[in-house]
């Protein structure tokens, strides 16, 4: 398995915007990636995922707000989070999946490679 590593979370107000940065220990060129959030007392939620060819797909919580996107030679994943309100504040995860790398999907259950998280808090 890849090592994943989160960073970029923080507190920030509503409205505002937040870039999440993902960094692999390994290649990811043929990988599907994608960020998925937890909320305390709530299942971990798919928020995003884009293919090797940058085929995306959005929860619908999040679609018009966030951007998923990747830089594969530098290994690493990105999502830029607008307009952010309250109800976005979760931990925040980056997943890979080499084994569904064709798949358009957003369970947690296809990926088998996690970050550690990076806590992102939206205030009111």
């Known amino acids: 398995h890849v090592q994943l590593v989160e960073s970029g979370g923080c507190s920030v107000q509503a409205g505002g915007s937040l870039i999440l940065s993902c960094s692999s220990s390994g290649d990811i060129y043929n990988d599907l990636m994608g960020w998925f959030r937890q909320a305390p007392g709530k299942e971990r939620e798919g928020v995003a995922s884009?293919?090797?060819?940058?085929?995306?797909i959005y929860a619908d919580s999040v679609k018009d707000r966030f951007t998923i996107s990747r830089d594969n030679p530098k290994k690493s994943l990105y999502l830029q989070m607008n307009s952010l309100k309250p109800e976005d504040s979760a931990m925040y995860y980056c997943?890979?999946?080499?084994?569904?790398?064709?798949?358009?999907?957003?369970?947690?259950?296809?990926?088998?490679?996690w970050g550690q998280g990076t806590q992102v808090t939206v205030l009111s």
């Open positions: 884009i293919c090797a060819n940058g085929y995306t």
């Open positions: 997943a890979l999946t080499r084994r569904f790398y064709w798949k358009d999907t957003l369970s947690s259950t296809d990926f088998e490679s």
